[in-house]
Every structure is written in structure tokens, then in C-alpha cells.
């Protein structure tokens, strides 16, 4: 059993790894990775395993491997302002990962099929609010999960902007997937053994890409051997934000606008030289994903033109001297929240200054 990055000491390193492999490639979604703590979705007597770039699954508890998540954030293409729809959304960490980058004003529902999966995704949302330092960088998009079958969603629901399917999905259900979808938006799901991205260019129009060779357990197909009817489901209503909302997010991003000013009228001091930077060989290799777990097989990258010729490379990366100098066995401090730090020092009311803070524990 192997994966297609090698396993991380923690969360950072596991992001570099997928970085250097070329999963992850763009600013948003790395930000989205490092934001939240990937061991923080598994159970306690699991998390040794976190950091692999392997699938987990446990009961109906089920987190696909980094490599295929890092594919399906940077196949959807995700701006702030969005509605994104996951069905089989699970743990909720992928739903959690897309609300960063969807901000405040963006939707975020997801469809799982098992309650206590449901359950348990609330739980690790409410302590990401509560006690991640990562919490304050972002203005987040809160998902709102929905227990049901993904396949007898309400024929009135809205159409979203992205939508995702964690789960093999058969081609008698790929027309389905596609109604979920309005123009311009995209659609990322496992079809036919492949991790597949679907934009609809216009009504009838579709453009459709293959990405990764996977294979997922297939969706599971309604009963209604109980009492011969469907059972729909009915999506969250997108709502309007309150006052009180729209208020603390106007506060919060005008205190975040002070703090980027203030650090940017200490470094224009120049106190500090910029570190001088020495160049050292990194070989880097094109990876390939092989993954046995239970009925999800992960296979390998799908070639694209822009893939170089070489299986290998040597490329020169610079690095500043002084990291040479510092001892490995150190680790930095933990980054200060400056956000947090400015509101407690402002001269409001303690119950405004927790409202502000969303009442997080840290």
C-alpha cells in the first residue's frame, strides 16, 4: 500500500510534500490545506496515520487520501462569493477546507447519506471555530450539512456554482449530477474510474476533462423497499445574513485592514537585511498514486501535455543561509493571532469583544 507523496511529520509537511508533487498548485488552496489540521478528522487512537497520504475509514467515517483532495480543490476552481454542493460530504473536512475560500457571503451545504457521520462532522466544525488560531485569518463560509440520499435531492433545489461527488458515480446518474449544476459552473466527480471535470458552458453545453485514475465504492442507490416512495431531500434555504453578521464581518475585516497597515509601516523601517540565500540540489521525482483501501483504489496521475518529457530532474532551490545555521530538534514559536490580540486591546465591552471573536476558547 503506498501513496503519492511521502508521509508527513505534521500537517505543513504533508502540504509541502503534495506542493512538490504538484497536487497542490495554487495560492488559495494551499491556504485552505495549511488552515486546517488534517489529524484533527480522525479519531484519537487513529491520528499516527493523519499525515499520510493514504485514505482512512472507519464505521461510515471515511476521509479520502491528501493527493485526491488536493485534485478536487484545484479542478473546482473555487472564488469567494460561490455556492458549492458536496454530495457525501462526510467528516465535513473538505466542506470546511472550501468555506475558507468561499467567504462570507458564499453557500455551503453538504448531503450525507448517515446521521451520525453527520453528527460528527458538526463536532469537528465546532472545534475548528473554537479553537483554531487558523479560524481568524479567513472570513469563513460555515457549512450546513443535510442527512439524506445525494441521489433524490429535491427537483426544486437551487443550482449551485460547484458541486462535488465523493463517491463512484454510474453513468445512468451522470445527466443527475449534471442538473445540480448552473452555467459556468463545474462539476468534479469520480466517472467511470476516473476523477472527472465537468463545466457547463452554456444550457446544453458541456466541456469535460479526466484528471486522476481513481476508483471509489459506487453510490449508494435509494431503497425504498419500506414504503415505495422517495424520500427527498430538501437543501438548506440560502440565507440572508443578519445585521449583526454582516456588522462583525465589516469590523473584523477593518481591524485585519489596521493590522496589514501597521506591519507594513514596520517593515518600511528596514530594521532587518533580507537573509542571504544559498542554493542547495533537490531532486525531485513525478510521482505516481497507488492506493489499496478497503473498495477505493487510487491509480495514477492522468498525463497532460504540459508534463515534462524527463522522468526526473535536478533543479537548484534557494534557501537562506541562516536556516543551515538553526538546529532541526527546533521548532518556531506559534504564530501570533494579531487579529485576537487588537480586539482584547480595544476599549469595547467584554460580550462585544467575544462577538467579535465568534466566543472561541483560545
Same mark, same amino acid.
Request: proline share 10%; hydrophobic share 40%.
Given at each position: 500500500m503506498g501513496g503519492a507523496v511521502s508521509a508527513g511529520e505534521d500537517n505543513d509537511?504533508?502540504?509541502?510534500?503534495?506542493?512538490? &508533487?504538484?497536487?497542490?498548485?495554487?495560492?488559495?488552496?494551499?491556504? &485552505?490545506?495549511? &488552515?486546517i489540521d488534517r489529524a484533527d478528522y480522525y479519531l484519537e487512537e487513529f491520528k499516527d496515520n493523519a499525515y499520510k497520504d493514504l485514505a482512512w475509514k472507519h464505521g461510515n467515517i471515511h476521509l479520502s487520501a491528501p493527493c485526491i483532495y488536493s485534485e478536487v480543490m484545484e479542478a473546482l476552481d473555487l472564488q469567494p462569493g460561490l455556492s458549492f454542493l458536496n454530495l457525501g460530504s462526510g467528516t465535513g473536512y473538505l466542506s470546511s477546507m472550501v468555506g475558507l475560500i468561499l467567504g462570507p457571503f458564499g453557500v455551503n451545504h453538504g448531503v450525507e447519506l448517515h446521521s451520525d457521520v453527520i453528527e460528527y462532522a458538526r463536532q469537528k466544525l465546532d472545534f475548528f471555530i473554537k479553537t483554531s488560531d487558523s479560524f481568524d485569518k479567513f472570513e469563513f463560509c460555515e457549512p450546513s450539512f443535510v442527512t439524506g440520499n445525494c441521489l433524490e435531492i429535491s427537483p426544486d433545489c437551487t443550482q449551485y456554482d460547484r458541486v462535488y461527488c465523493g463517491a463512484g458515480v454510474q453513468k445512468e446518474h451522470e445527466d443527475y449530477m449534471k442538473s445540480l449544476l448552473k452555467v459556468g459552473g463545474i462539476l468534479v466527480? %469520480?466517472?467511470?474510474?476516473?476523477l472527472t471535470k465537468i463545466t457547463r458552458t452554456g444550457p446544453s453545453a458541456w466541456e469535460t476533462k479526466k484528471i486522476l485514475a481513481v476508483s471509489f465504492a459506487p453510490l449508494i442507490q435509494p431503497n425504498h423497499a419500506d414504503s415505495g416512495k422517495s424520500r427527498l431531500v430538501h437543501l438548506p434555504p440560502v440565507a440572508v445574513r443578519s445585521l449583526q453578521d454582516l456588522a462583525r464581518i465589516a469590523i473584523r475585516g477593518t481591524i485585519k485592514k489596521i493590522i496589514h497597515q501597521e506591519a507594513l509601516s514596520k517593515a518600511g523601517n528596514g530594521l532587518k537585511n533580507p537573509p542571504r540565500f544559498k542554493r542547495r540540489r533537490v531532486r525531485r521525482r513525478r510521482m505516481e498514486t497507488i492506493v489499496f483501501l478497503d473498495k477505493e483504489v487510487f491509480a495514477s496521475r492522468i498525463s497532460s501535455p504540459s508534463d515534462d518529457n524527463n522522468n526526473s530532474e535536478d533543479i537548484e532551490e534557494e534557501r537562506p543561509e541562516e536556516e543551515e545555521t538553526k538546529p532541526s530538534e527546533l521548532k518556531p514559536d506559534p504564530p501570533v493571532n494579531f487579529l485576537r490580540e487588537k480586539v482584547l486591546?480595544? %476599549?469595547? %465591552?467584554? %460580550?462585544?469583544?467575544?462577538?467579535l471573536l465568534y466566543y472561541r476558547e483560545k
Open positions: 509537511e504533508l502540504i509541502d510534500n503534495l506542493k512538490e &508533487a504538484q497536487y497542490i498548485r495554487t495560492e488559495l488552496v494551499e491556504q &485552505a490545506f495549511r &488552515a466527480m %469520480p466517472l467511470e474510474e476516473k486591546s480595544l %476599549p469595547l %465591552p467584554d %460580550p462585544l469583544k467575544y462577538y
